[in-house]
């Protein structure tokens, strides 16, 4: 799985391209953690390429959130694809993230 980032002035969003599942989020986790340092939590997550998302995954996400959360800031997640939105939806985990329609409103949203 290929993680695209992109530089939107301070902020930092990540962009997974594929399944984000299994041996992948491993990898996701550690680059979002690095992002989260270096970008003082200003991180979004570019979920536009995302094809599929175990529990795993999720709980990733969950984690960042919290960790984010706990400074006073949200895990930006934007380009929330029909998928995802539904999964989501299911573990009504939605209400736990700040949802853009695509990155640049996402980091924009920093302002």
């Known amino acids: 799985m290929d993680i695209d ?3 939107f002035g301070a902020v930092t969003v990540l962009k997974p391209v594929g399944s984000l599942a299994l041996d992948e989020v491993a990898q996701f986790k550690s680059r979002l953690a690095d992002a989260m340092v270096r970008a003082l939590g200003r991180v979004a997550v570019d ?12 709980e990733v996400l969950v984690e960042a959130s919290d960790q984010l959360a706990q400074s006073g800031r949200a895990l930006r997640l934007c380009g929330v694809n029909e998928l995802l939105r539904e999964v989501l939806d299911l573990t009504e985990l939605a209400e736990r993230f700040e949802l853009y329609e695509d990155a640049s409103a996402a980091a924009r949203s920093f302002l």
Not at 47 to 58: F, G, Q, T, W
């Open 47 to 58: 979920a536009s390429a995302i094809s599929y998302v175990d529990s795993k995954a999720l």
């Open 5 to 7: 980032e992109q530089r």
